[in-house]
């Protein structure tokens, strides 16, 4: 299911800002091995604590979605010194592709948060055009009108389920009123909706999962060889912060049919690119490197 | 004018996260979930108190276990933070009424809600994780179930005295 597959990681790094999504995860496993001496009672503490810091700093660091800039120029720096000369041969092949790119908080949301940022700033800029409101805006209010129905079908819970459901559909009905700045500010508010909204992405992932068991339970199979929907959706979709993988991508773009470019960037000096699903002509492009996704704009953008 | 519309948010924020605990509480009285309660405590809808009751077939039957609540601003996009405060002897319990259970932590999923929770601390009453323990005493007697048993009465017999 690879290359967008998180586990496929790569970097060693552990400084917090720089580090790709799934370095949180390495950096807590590291402090446990650290503290081996230690209760487990001290243990627990200490990695909750730890945690708790590395997202806090993340999130002061790094803004939720931060400013369009050049892909060289954004990219050039951060690989200048790698001594894997296939990044600077791929950076040199999407420079020519694309034109610009949004990086998105290293949190574990990245996915989903440059998803429906970039879904969300096309609609913007393509209900600026026109004085009625767009077919896209009326279909996806009705995808999510219909979604509250799939949830409870697949057994969440209305009554923690509605916050997030209006909290979407509210978004949604303000896209009329919104200039691409003023939701680039809205999706950048730590105290505003920008949290929940991503979260229902995962709850939206999930129960397009659960819908559709059978075809899904191939590519979520453990180690021992048995397909556990359920638990998969409770340990590897809905958990606060935990990082996507292609079997989420594949859930969220069919639920919404909605769909994504995945521009994916390694030593390789090739970047390969993947359409879900295959065929379409996405207006959402992300750039993935190994444990992260940020947001491209192509050249026509 | 920048503070002000801050405030805006916040306020808003806060009034979503209220009216979804106003569902929860609503949720939790009419379905009357079996040995466990919730309730708002005073008149502070992000602050409450719960009741868990062990139940049958383990050696928690028939103890109850009173616990704080407490909700984050952002709820439940964080998870509220809980703690018994009726003492208790059991491997996933601190002295303090901390709990260790993955889903108030790194485990936390917003779908999850407070029937949820404390259904995951009633079941968790009777099948305690040994492997890490908050409580090494308690982890350790978990094998013998009727010493536990023993021990278990005796602890709670004093706490509630």
Known sequence: ?301 | MAALAEQGNVRRETGNVTKRLQKELMTLMMEAVPGATAFPENDNVFSWIGTIRGTKDTVYDGLEYKLSIKFPADYPYNPPTIKFITPIFHPNVDTHGNICLDILKEKWSAAYSVKTILLSIQSLLGEPNCDSPLNTHAAQLWEDQAKYLTVLKEKYAMKTA
Not at chain 1, 12 to 20: K, L, P, R, S, V
Not at chain 1, 35 to 62: C, F, H, K, P
Not at chain 1, 181 to 205: I, M, P, T, Y
């Open chain 1, 1 to 301: 299911m690879n290359p967008a597959g998180d586990d496929s990681a790569t970097t060693t790094t552990t400084t917090t800002t720089e580090a790709a999504d799934g370095d949180l995860q390495r950096a807590l496993e590291a402090s446990l091995r650290d503290v081996g001496t230690m209760s487990a009672q001290e243990q627990d503490r200490l990695t909750i604590d730890q945690l708790n810091d590395i997202v806090a700093t993340i999130a002061q660091e790094q803004p939720m979605v931060g400013a369009k800039v050049g892909i060289s120029e954004a990219l050039a720096a951060e690989y200048a010194e790698n001594p894997m000369k296939g990044f600077a041969l791929g950076i040199d092949i999407l420079n020519a592709k694309y034109s610009a790119m949004r990086r998105v908080r290293k949190d574990g949301n990245c996915f989903y948060r440059g998803f429906l940022y970039r879904y969300l700033e096309a609609l913007v800029l393509a209900q600026q055009q026109q004085p009625t409101t767009i077919p896209e805006l009326v279909r996806i209010r009705e995808v999510v009108k219909g979604s509250k129905k799939k949830l409870l079908d697949v057994g969440y819970d209305e009554s923690a389920m509605d916050m997030f459901w209006e909290m979407f559909a509210e978004l949604l009905d303000q896209v009329p009123s919104l200039t691409p700045d003023a939701l680039h500010l809205k999706l950048n508010d730590e105290q505003g909706v920008s949290n929940h909204v991503v979260w229902f992405c995962r709850a939206l992932s999930a129960t397009q999962i659960k819908l559709n068991a059978d075809r899904f339970a191939p590519f979520i199979m453990g180690e021992d060889g048995l397909a556990d929907v359920d638990k998969f959706c409770r340990t590897e979709v809905e958990p606060v912060n935990h990082e996507c993988e292609q079997v989420q991508i594949i859930a969220l773009t069919e639920m919404l049919q909605v769909p994504v470019t995945i521009e994916y960037l390694d030593a390789s000096g090739h970047p390969s690119s993947i359409v879900f699903p295959e065929g379409a002509h996405p207006t959402v492009k992300l750039l993935y490197r190994p444990g992260h996704y940020d947001i491209l704009y192509d050249t026509t953008d």
